[in-house]
Structures are given as structure tokens and as C-alpha cells.
């Protein structure tokens, strides 16, 4: 545009310029004006359509606060729908975790109560305690039937405590000891059980035993077994008191002398005795007599051996020996007596005969250890033998039963003390024969060093005689001139007449 307007300025000149400049203004007014009626039209139309909008957009904000008038209610419902299923979930874990607590409790209270209970009372409460304990155990039951099982099993309980308040009696069955099965009448006083039979002549404690769950009748004496079948017949009467809650008479109806225990063990009990009298009586005497030999040690009698040695009196070291009572001292002496010989061999000699004294009985002490638990073991067999076949032939048996393996464990027992105890003295005495043994090994080092220096010492003093004697032969064999160059006088010998 300026190029143009420039190149028709030059081309017109300055007079047209100024007309030039006024055609292109109005022109520029003109575009300018048509420019801004035609936003004025734009802006108008604009503003008709903005109306509609407006009006739009104002029923669109009512209708949304309405709507968020109707929602507001429902926001606060949904919160609290929310904050209420909270409480009620944590309410029903509380819940859980109390039926939780609770079963646990209960189930413990099951699994014990068979155990707090006197073995006679399962006669009463053993169908409900075997529901409750099924139920406990069965994993497919569900959590109302093992609840109301368990409920049962309590009330039964709560039941039982107030019958057992001062006493209480009850129709049931119980074992004698010949294992025959008696219908009569229980009594609990406390924590003991009395029972009588039907007849009256079968009365005494109630007891367990092992394997089974019908009491046995032990009897006492037959002023007690009386006393007792009038108190379970009538209910009442008199009962010496029991101040160790039935300790006293369950000690005196189990307690066993040694004597019993050992005829309780079967017959494998006799060699098992044998053994342990050899075991014990060797291991005494060889203690004794070790003991014996440590007390009549005399190292004074060694010591002047010794030194008599060294001196080169072999007389005197031999009748030092001799007289001694010391065992070191003797193994000395008998080796002194073939230093001729070979002093080695003499002292190891007499070192293994004085060890064999102190080894003597070591054979058996050793053999009796290591076949008491055998014999123990042979018992236990024999007696689980005796234990199956009374379970085979006789099921009406519990004593055969019991008393067989009562056979095997004490017979067990036995084998194992007597290999326990005699283990002790045994490595005592190892022990023992270890220290002798070491004092000879000194004491024989000693006197091989004595000897030796002695054979030494005594050659080189036989080197050094010889050497004097070939000098003395030296100089006589020598010529007078020879004598006077080595500062030596001849020596004239007179020639015979």
C-alpha cells in the first residue's frame, strides 16, 4: 500500500497528494463505519439468542437446586445406612470373637471335665459329656449344635455340683479284683467313692484303673468294707475323718514294699538281682582295694631307690624294694632284678603285672553294666507277652493286663538303675587306674634316665683310664733323647751282672 501510494504521489506530483490522501481516509471511514454496524448487528443478534439461553440456563439451576433439595435427604440417609452397617459389622465381630472366646472356654471345659470328675460319675454323665465332645470334635457340626451340646454338658455340670454338696449316692456297676462286673450303689463323700454291691458282701473305694472306664472296688479292712456298705445302703453313718482328702487310704490301698515291687517284676527279677549283687560287690572291693594301694603309697621308698641307683648301688635299691608295701616301689625293684637283661622290657613287665592287680574284677563290673538293661528289655517283652495274651484270652481280665506291663516296666526300671549306679563307680575306677598307671610310667622314665647317665658316665671314665695307660706306655717306649726334647730325665736301667 505505501509502495502504491508512494508511486502515485511521485506520479501526480504534490499538488495531488494531499487530494490522494483524502480519498484513502474517506475510504478508511467508510470501511470503518460499515465495520461497526456490522457488530452492532452481531452484537444484537447475539443478544437475542443470549436471552433464550439465559432463561435456559436459570430453569436448569432451579431445577438442579431442587434436585439437590431431593438428593440432600437421601446423601444423609446413605451416611447414616453407612455408618449404621459399621457398627453393625463391628458389632458382629464382637460377637464373633465372644462365641469364639466362648467355644474355646467351653471346649476346654469339655476336654477337662472327664478329669475332674470321679471315674464312677462318667456312669451318670457319660452320655451327655460324649455329645458334647462329639460335637467339639466334629468339624461338620454346626456352631447351634455345638453350642447347645456344650450347654447341655454345663447344666449337667451345675446338676451334678448340687447333688455332690454333702454327699450323694447313685445306682452303678463296678470291677472287683477278680475282674468280675457288680451292679450296687455308689457314694461320693468329697473326693473319695465308696461302693457296695447289691448283696452287701462286696464293699470298699472306688478307684480307676488304666485302660477302662469302670471303677474297681479295692477293699480295706473288714471293719472299714462294713462301715462302707451301711453308708451306701442307709445314706448315713460314721466315717473316720480324712484330713488328707483320701491321700491316706489311696496310699495305703496302692503302697508296695520293695519285696513286692521285685515279685511284681516276674522272673527276669532273679538274674537281674544276681547281676546287680556282682556288680555292686565288685565295684565295692575293687574300690577298697584301690584305696587300699593309694594309702600304702610311700614315695620316701621310691626316692631312695631311686638314688641308690644313681649311686650305683644296685644292692641297696633291690632290699629298699624288698621291704616295701609301695606298688611303684615293687615294679622298681623287679626291674632292677634283670637290669642284667634289658631294663626296658623288665619295667613294663612289672608295670602290666601291677596294673592287672589293679584291674582285676574290671571284666565283670563292665559284663554286668552292659547286660542289666538287656535283661530289663527281656522283661519288658516277656511281660508285653503276658499283657497280649490276656488280652486275646480274657477281656473280663484288667489286673492280667495291668500286671503285665507293671512287669515290664519294673523289670525295665531295674536293668537301668543297676547300669546307672554302676556306671559311677566304674569310671572311678578308670580313673584310679589311670593315675597308677601314669605314676609307674614316671617312675619307670626315671629310673631308664638314672641307668643311662650311670652307663654313660661310667664309659667315659673307662675312655679316660685307657688314655692315662697309653700315655704311660708312651713315655717308657721312648729313647733317652727323645725323653730330654720333652723335658724328661732318662732313666737308666741297670744291665744285669
Do not use: C, W
Request: charged content about 25%; aromatic content about 6%.
Amino acid at each position: 500500500m505505501k509502495t502504491l501510494l508512494l508511486t502515485l504521489i511521485l506520479a501526480t506530483g504534490t499538488a495531488g497528494a494531499a487530494d490522494l490522501f483524502n480519498a484513502a481516509a474517506s475510504s478508511a471511514q467508510k470501511d470503518y463505519d460499515r465495520s461497526q454496524a456490522d457488530l452492532s448487528r452481531v452484537r444484537g443478534e447475539i443478544d437475542k439468542e443470549k436471552e433464550p439461553l439465559n432463561r435456559e440456563l436459570g430453569a436448569l439451576e432451579e431445577k438442579l437446586r431442587k434436585l439437590q433439595d431431593e438428593y440432600a435427604p437421601l446423601t444423609r440417609e446413605v451416611d447414616q445406612a453407612e455408618l449404621n452397617l459399621s457398627n453393625l459389622k463391628t458389632q458382629v465381630k464382637l460377637s464373633q470373637d465372644e462365641n469364639t472366646y466362648l467355644t474355646n472356654i467351653m471346649d476346654e471345659f469339655t476336654k477337662g471335665y472327664e478329669s475332674k470328675i470321679h471315674v464312677s460319675e462318667m456312669q451318670r454323665v457319660g452320655d451327655v459329656l460324649g455329645k458334647a465332645k462329639l460335637a467339639s470334635e466334629n468339624d461338620k457340626s454346626s456352631l447351634k449344635d455345638r453350642f447347645l451340646a456344650q450347654v447341655g454338658l454345663i447344666k449337667a455340670a451345675i446338676e451334678r455340683l448340687a447333688d455332690v454338696i454333702g454327699g450323694s449316692r447313685f445306682d452303678g456297676q463296678a470291677v472287683d479284683g477278680q475282674g468280675f462286673v457288680l451292679d450296687g450303689k455308689f457314694a461320693l463323700l468329697g473326693p473319695m467313692a465308696f461302693f457296695a454291691d447289691k448283696t452287701g458282701k462286696v464293699a470298699g473305694i472306688a478307684m480307676p484303673q488304666v485302660g477302662s472306664q469302670m471303677p474297681i472296688v479295692r477293699s480295706i479292712t473288714p471293719e472299714i468294707n462294713l462301715a462302707i456298705s451301711n453308708l451306701v445302703a442307709t445314706g448315713s453313718g460314721s466315717m473316720p475323718l480324712d484330713a488328707t482328702l483320701g491321700g491316706a487310704i489311696k496310699e495305703f490301698v496302692v503302697k508296695h514294699s520293695l519285696l513286692d515291687t521285685y515279685k511284681h517284676g516276674g522272673p527276669i527279677m532273679h538274674p537281674l538281682l544276681l547281676v546287680s549283687i556282682l556288680v555292686f560287690g565288685t565295684a565295692i572291693e575293687r574300690i577298697f582295694f584301690i584305696l587300699g594301694e593309694k594309702k600304702r603309697r610311700r614315695q620316701k621308698d621310691v626316692v631312695d631307690i631311686l638314688e641308690a641307683v644313681e649311686a650305683g648301688n644296685f644292692d641297696k635299691a633291690i632290699s629298699v624294694g624288698r621291704t616295701t608295701k609301695d606298688y611303684v616301689a615293687r615294679a622298681l625293684t623287679h626291674a632292677l632284678s634283670h637290669v642284667e637283661t634289658n631294663i626296658t622290657d623288665a619295667l613294663g613287665l612289672a608295670a602290666a603285672l601291677e596294673i592287672k592287680r589293679f584291674k582285676r574284677g574290671f571284666f565283670i563290673l563292665d559284663t554286668g553294666m552292659t547286660i542289666a538293661p538287656l535283661l530289663g528289655l527281656l522283661g519288658t517283652v516277656t511281660g508285653m507277652m503276658a499283657s497280649f495274651a490276656a488280652i486275646g484270652g480274657d477281656m473280663g481280665a484288667p489286673t492280667a493286663i495291668t500286671g503285665g506291663i507293671a512287669e515290664a516296666l519294673i523289670a525295665t526300671a531295674f536293668g537301668l538303675v543297676i547300669a546307672m549306679t554302676g556306671l559311677v563307680p566304674f569310671n572311678y575306677l578308670n580313673n584310679m587306674v589311670e593315675d597308677a598307671e601314669h605314676e609307674l610310667e614316671v617312675a619307670a622314665s626315671r629310673l631308664e634316665l638314672i641307668i643311662e647317665k650311670n652307663k654313660h658316665e661310667e664309659a667315659l671314665r673307662q675312655r679316660h683310664r685307657q688314655a692315662l695307660a697309653d700315655e704311660e706306655l708312651n713315655k717308657i717306649a721312648r729313647t733317652p733323647e727323645e725323653q730330654v726334647r720333652g723335658g724328661l730325665k732318662p732313666i737308666s736301667i741297670p744291665q744285669p751282672a
